[in-house]
């Protein structure tokens, strides 16, 4: 690759990694902060509660992943090409921050199912909610080590945003 030409690909790989970053950082704290709360503080029943946490959990499925995937792969692609040390070691932490937060979906996956399957069976109609709130709160807790996990890596983003690309210029390469 020329030098002329890696600045840019260098430039494009950390702002796409960074915007996606910032993508799972916000999706996953408004979820925490907002949608999962108010789904547990709700004076309904379960049945309703999770009837309405099935359409997040749908759209997460299909949306997360492949920004996730996205977010990895550019983190590894900057590790990989990285011209100074420092920069090489930040990328990896921010991806193996993205990888864990990924590999949060071992243990989400089954609770997603077993809420899924309160609703399509329509159990908790006539109930005060606790078993939804139980149910949610389980996910709350590991939806913030998403929260922290996320904010690693976006925030390594923002940082190398800063400091490698006038370095890459200055050096040519």
């Excluded at 920004?67 to 420092?86: C, E, K, M, Q, R």
């Amino acid at each position: 690759m020329s030098s002329v030409n890696k600045p840019i690909v260098v430039r494009t790989a950390q702002i796409l990694s960074t915007t996606t970053s910032a993508l799972i950082l916000g999706s996953t704290t408004w979820a925490s902060v907002a949608v999962m709360p108010s789904l547990i503080a709700a004076p309904v029943s379960t049945y309703d509660k999770l009837s309405v946490f099935k359409g997040l959990i749908l759209r997460a499925n299909s949306i997360l992943p492949p920004i996730f995937l996205t977010a990895i792969s550019s983190l590894g692609y900057l590790a990989y090409t990285a011209t100074v040390a420092p920069s090489r070691r930040n990328y990896l932490i921010g991806a193996g921050a993205l990888v864990t937060a990924l590999a949060l979906q071992i243990p989400v996956l089954p609770r997603n199912r077993a809420m899924l399957q309160v609703v399509e069976r329509g159990e908790g109609k006539e109930d005060d909610g606790r078993k939804g709130n139980w149910m949610i709160g389980e996910l709350l807790r590991l939806n913030w080590g998403r929260v922290v996990l996320s904010a690693v890596a976006f925030g390594i983003g923002v940082f190398e945003l800063q400091n490698e690309y006038p370095y890459v210029l200055s050096h040519g390469t």
